[in-house]
């Protein structure tokens, strides 16, 4: 759950040989709290009834001809008010709630989606349009950029839910991600109650959705090139497949089905559910299988997909101890990478943690992270993350592009050392500025490339790719930023994945539903051609 600067206190202090009371008050300390500020309207009834307020202050409306009024528009329905970010992993989380809610009551709940930025960039309705386009979203969204709406609700952390009775009085709510079951049953006894009162309208509504052009890729989140066989791997992630290329965009061939699902077998028949990162291993192509919870594996030769890790189900709670792969739960894994140790490495960003994947061994270890969500260098076991969404190596230390805190980290390989910030200051500091070491602001990072010596950093919501000196912090902009041309709009769109083959670097320009290419030497930029690769229909 992401909290706000103003509904978090946290204390930090030493505790060196204290005994265990002692231990177990700092972690009490260590635990964010809210400042008793306001109150979340849905936590201050007193068991009175309480008007839901209105949608008043939005920036704009999507999936919606027009604005929605709860009491003149959805009066008779019941009414679940999303507060989220689209940054958010515990908010992305929350959608796969929702949908299921959705498609159980559709004749008499609706959702409407109230988007209150934590990021500048979050802030504009087209970026908005995107993001529920990318995460498929089916209800209405209102921009809430000035939190106006989020005020009026007297909310505190991403994600808030509320739920607003048929007669427009707000009946109860939640916060943070994990809250389905008791959803469900709030909403399963606000049909009963007012079935019996006659207040329940169960006329189905439809909302007019937004779309995009059909294209070759749609949202492409992670990129992997390889130059020894002369593959470019494409993680084609709302079309749900893996495109698989050589380095000019020729197609070799298209793992997964098209459509969200989890299946394994041939490459025409498995089905994926937003694949992200990818590693390739000894003609295997591993790929972190983001919302089913899983590692794939891509046999290339066989051309079949095997799950290997995961139990295709989300686990919010395995944090400390690692298992046998195919029976350890896993949390939203963004982005893999093969060590120099064999292993496979993986952001898993909904844990605030780096895992290990031993495939020989078939088993899944925490490597680094305390899973608490923030930024602090420390051991591997003490060092806090924050949604981890990008990982490379010099072959030393692995370098994480840890999305939530702006940051990218280096973390110690061979199990031992520090894990130390090499520009990035907390979950609240973000901005674009280039310069050295902690004047640096970046905007939501979610891919590095490590490259003779310097990371390439997809700073994403700045629509720059940066250069950083992994031992100075030296960070400048490298391309991106000015319009591509004055008929072409801008080099990137919330670029996030990067890879890197001979002399070039790939760019999965997910927004803009493409690959882009960079010469390292000239610093131009094109945009790749897919040939035969063809749009999955909508």
């Not at 001809?65 to 515990?90: A, M, Q, R, Y």
């Not at 095997?306 to 295709?312: F, L, P």
């Not at 894994?333 to 994947?357: N, S």
Request: neutral net charge; aromatic residues 8%; proline residues 5%.
């Amino acid at each position: 759950m992401n909290q706000t600067p103003t509904a978090r206190r946290t204390f930090w202090f030493q505790a060196l040989a204290i005994g265990v009371p002692a231990l177990l008050l700092l972690g009490w300390f260590l635990m964010p709290r809210p400042q008793k500020l306001s109150e979340p309207i849905f936590f201050a009834q007193d068991n009175k009834t309480i008007q839901a307020p209105d949608l008043d202050g939005g920036a704009g409306w999507l999936n919606t001809e027009k604005p929605i009024s709860i009491h003149k528009d959805l009066k008779g329905k019941i009414v679940v008010l999303d507060f989220w970010t689209f940054c958010c992993i515990n908010c992305i989380h929350t959608l796969g709630d929702l949908a299921k809610l959705e498609r159980k009551y559709a004749d008499q709940m609706v959702v409407i989606g109230i988007h209150s930025a934590k990021f500048d960039a979050e802030k504009v309705t087209e970026n908005i349009r995107k993001a529920v386009l990318r995460y498929q979203i089916r209800h209405p969204v209102v921009n809430d950029p000035e939190q106006k709406i989020w005020d009026s609700y007297g909310c505190q952390s991403w994600p808030t839910l509320v739920v607003v009775d048929p007669e427009g009085n707000v009946a109860t709510g939640f916060q943070g991600e994990g809250n389905y079951d008791d959803l469900d049953q709030a909403i399963a006894k606000l049909i009963i109650k007012h079935r019996k009162d006659k207040t329940l309208d169960e006329k189905p509504l439809h909302f007019v959705l937004e779309r995009e052009l059909e294209q070759p890729l749609n949202f492409p989140g992670k990129v992997l090139a390889d130059a020894k066989s002369n593959r470019l791997f494409i993680a084609d992630s709302t079309n749900h497949r893996i495109v698989i290329t050589d380095l000019d965009g020729n197609k070799i061939g298209i793992a997964g089905a098209g459509a969200p699902g989890n299946l394994d077998g041939p490459f025409d028949k498995a089905k994926f559910n937003d694949p992200q990162g990818m590693a390739l291993k000894d003609g295997i192509l591993y790929v972190a299988d983001r919302k089913n919870h899983e590692i794939r594996a891509l046999d290339l030769k066989a051309r079949t997909v095997a799950s290997v890790a995961g139990t295709g189900l989300q686990d919010r709670e395995n944090r400390f101890g690692g298992g046998p792969a195919r029976t350890t739960g896993m949390n939203s894994p963004w982005d893999l990478l093969l060590g120099p140790d064999g292993f496979i490495y993986i952001a898993m960003a909904g844990h605030h943690q780096i895992w290990t994947l031993d495939s020989a061994k078939s088993r899944l270890e925490k490597y680094a992270g305390s899973g608490r969500e923030n930024i602090l260098d420390d051991s591997l076991d003490y060092a806090n993350f924050a949604q981890p969404s990008g990982l490379t190596t010099d072959g030393n230390e692995i370098f994480v592009a840890d999305s939530e805190v702006s940051a990218v980290r280096a973390v110690p390989l061979g199990g031992r050392g520090n894990v130390r910030t090499i520009v990035g200051r907390g979950l609240f500091v973000f901005g674009d500025v280039d310069g050295k070491g902690s004047s640096v602001r970046l905007q939501h990072a979610l891919a590095v490339q490590f490259v003779d010596g310097k990371l390439y950093v997809a700073d994403t919501y700045n629509s720059k790719i940066k250069v950083l000196d992994p031992q100075t912090g030296e960070c400048t902009t490298f391309v991106g930023g000015e319009p591509d041309g004055w008929l072409n709009g801008p080099t990137f769109n919330e670029p996030g994945g990067l890879s890197y083959a001979n002399g070039k670097l790939y760019v999965a320009d997910t927004n803009a539903h493409r690959i882009r290419v960079v010469d390292l030497k000239t610093k131009g930029v094109l945009t790749l051609r897919l040939n035969g690769v063809p749009p999955v229909p909508k």
